[in-house]
């Protein structure tokens, strides 16, 4: 088992920055892919950025040019770094970690929540 623990959420106006952080504990070995997800009320919940164990990372269209995820493998932990935030950024913000890329994976952390002023 992988427990994940987010950090870093809040409140911010729309331009601002925000960094997510996400703490891996557990059976550790067993992640390859780690990557953040996000669920706005009334849709879906949707990818928004990964990177792999050997740091190959994807990104959403939508968050291209203003979010970066990185991870530092030393310290299990995965991070998201958000600037030039929008409104339309608002949501719960989730972290995920799986042993295969290029699919969902198997662990999810509790949720931070991200709320973006105008």
């Known amino acids: 088992q992988v427990q994940l623990v987010e950090s870093g959420g809040g409140l911010v106006q729309a331009g601002g920055s925000l960094r997510l952080s996400c703490a891996a504990s557990?059976?550790?070995?067993?992640?390859?892919?780690m990557g953040w997800y996000r669920q706005a009320p009334g849709n879906e919940r949707e990818l928004v950025a990964t990177?792999?164990?050997?740091?190959?990372?994807n990104y959403a269209d939508s968050v291209k040019g203003r979010f970066t995820i990185s991870r530092d493998n030393a310290k299990n932990t995965a991070y998201l770094q958000m600037n030039s935030l929008k409104p339309d950024d608002t949501a719960v913000y989730y972290c995920?970690?799986?042993?295969?890329?290029?699919?969902?994976?198997?662990?999810w952390g509790q949720g931070t929540q991200v709320t973006v002023s105008s």
């Open positions: 995920n970690a799986g042993s295969t890329s290029g699919v969902v994976g198997d662990y």
């Open positions: 557990g059976s550790i070995f067993s992640i390859h892919c």
């Open positions: 990177i792999t164990t050997f740091g190959r990372t």
